[in-house]
């Protein structure tokens, strides 16, 4: 059974930084397109960016526009875990994230596995 986990979320104050973590088990995900949502209250969930397995465009990576230059996305295919390092966090980040795994590039809808999200909230 697939299993996406997150963690690391929690209360931080604006201009800080978190790390979140995805470790994903019951497949082999190497292959797969791991990306990270988050969805705010009584807001939909919007993505937040993505790796892709294969840099298809010579990117392997891509970020909405309002994370990027302060969200960095990695993974770590031998651990099957993927992370999000978010810095310089704004109140308006205030979200749950999820991790999500897909087959397909980056821009599919829906993905195919989803966590169940970790709370991050920032303060001002």
């Known amino acids: 059974q697939v299993q996406l986990v997150e963690s690391g979320g929690g209360l931080v104050q604006a201009g800080g930084s978190l790390r979140l973590d995805c470790a994903a088990s019951g497949g082999t995900f190497s292959g797969y397109t791991m990306g990270w949502f988050r969805q705010a209250p009584g807001k939909e969930r919007e993505f937040v960016g993505a790796v892709e397995s294969i840099p298809w465009d010579s990117i392997s990576t891509r970020y909405a526009d309002s994370v990027k230059g302060r969200f960095t996305i990695s993974r770590d295919k031998a651990k099957n875990t993927v992370y999000l390092q978010m810095n310089n966090l704004k109140p308006e980040d205030t979200a749950l994230y999820y991790c999500?795994?897909?087959?397909?590039?980056?821009?599919?809808?829906?993905?195919?596995?989803w966590g169940q999200g970790t709370q991050v909230t920032v303060s001002s």
């Open positions: 999500a795994a897909t087959s397909r590039r980056w821009y599919s809808n829906p993905y195919d596995y």
